[in-house]
């Protein structure tokens, strides 16, 4: 079995102005790809080879000598994950379960925002940042390089890349901006109900 890249969930040119096709070029097709080329080369005649993705991860999560298995696999499973996060004409006010649940967790809508913004803000180099679901409450929570709350048995909902490579061409440094056009256009709010069931 070979893992392979799935196809993104929207034409390449269906996030702009907010996404470039050009950002998407090259996070598709060369960032996501070459994590899957990479996993597939490491796990090659090993006891992985027949696991899935999800297998992959937790068993070589903390796992030293098996640290580049890991990453590779890690963000392979993210960047899927960070596609279906988002879709055309998405962002602003969430409906359904989630709205009521962000509200009874963080008070209101705004206090989510400012908080996942802060979250992600503060993720000091590459990483990700997360809504997620524990013991039955949201929280917030940011992960460095490829790490992944499903590698800790924990449940996200919707995540946010905040490595360069995601934003650079689009927002260059500016990664406030970039949040904001992906709560205000972009976030997927079904999406994002479809993991709280
Ligand atoms: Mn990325």
Redo the contacts with the bound molecule.
């Keep these: 079995m070979t893992i392979a890249l799935p196809n993104l969930p929207y034409d390449k040119k269906a996030l702009e102005p907010h996404i470039s096709s050009r950002t998407l070029d090259f996070?598709h097709g060369k960032?996501h790809n070459a994590y899957v080329t990479n996993l597939n080369k490491l796990i090659e005649e090993t006891d992985l080879a027949n696991k899935s993705l999800e297998d992959i991860i937790k068993e070589t999560v903390n796992d030293a000598d098996r640290a580049g298995i890991f990453n590779n696999a890690a963000q392979v499973w993210n960047?899927t994950f960070y596609w279906q996060s988002m879709k055309p004409n998405g962002g602003g006010l969430p409906s359904g379960d989630i709205a009521e649940k962000i509200n009874a967790d963080f008070g209101s809508h705004e206090d989510f925002i400012s908080q996942f913004k802060n979250a992600a803000l503060t993720q000091f180099g590459s990483g990700w940042a997360w809504l997620v679901l524990k013991n039955n409450k949201l929280e917030i929570i940011k992960t460095a390089n490829a790490d992944t709350p499903i590698a800790h048995g924990i449940k996200p909902l919707v995540t946010v890349?905040v490595?360069e490579?995601?934003y650079y061409l689009d927002y260059q440094n500016a990664r406030g901006d970039y949040l904001d056009s992906f709560f205000k256009h972009l976030i997927n709010w079904e999406f994002v109900n479809s993991n709280l069931v």
């Design positions: 996070h960032h960047h890349d490595w490579h995601a």
